[in-house]
């Protein structure tokens, strides 16, 4: 499974900018876009998440585990199948 990158909303949830954390990292503004646009590796998620103050693990979408949400093929609308 393909875990989704969250990095600019936790950069957003700690009150900080792509600019402070790129000052912070010692690269520039555009090297870090780079990064966050593309695949870091996992040297520079363990940066970002330093520079931002959390949990590397706060930079990947959490996977929801109580219910799975899938949409009827008929009309269009949202199931949600619940997990035990």
């Known amino acids: 499974m393909i875990e989704r990158l969250r990095i600019k909303d936790a950069i957003k949830e700690h009150n900080t900018s792509i600019n402070e954390v790129a000052q912070k990292m010692g690269i520039s503004r555009f090297t870090l876009?780079?990064?966050?646009?593309?695949?870091?590796?996992?040297?520079?998620?363990?940066?970002?998440?330093?520079?931002?103050?959390?949990?590397?693990?706060?930079?990947?979408?959490?996977?929801?585990?109580?219910?799975?949400?899938?949409n009827c093929p008929h009309c269009g609308k949202d199931i949600t199948i619940k997990v035990e």
């Open 33 to 70: 876009s780079t990064h966050v646009n593309g695949n870091p590796s996992t040297e520079v998620l363990l940066r970002i998440a330093d520079a931002i103050g959390c949990p590397v693990t706060e930079l990947f979408e959490q996977p929801k585990k109580d219910a799975l949400t899938i």
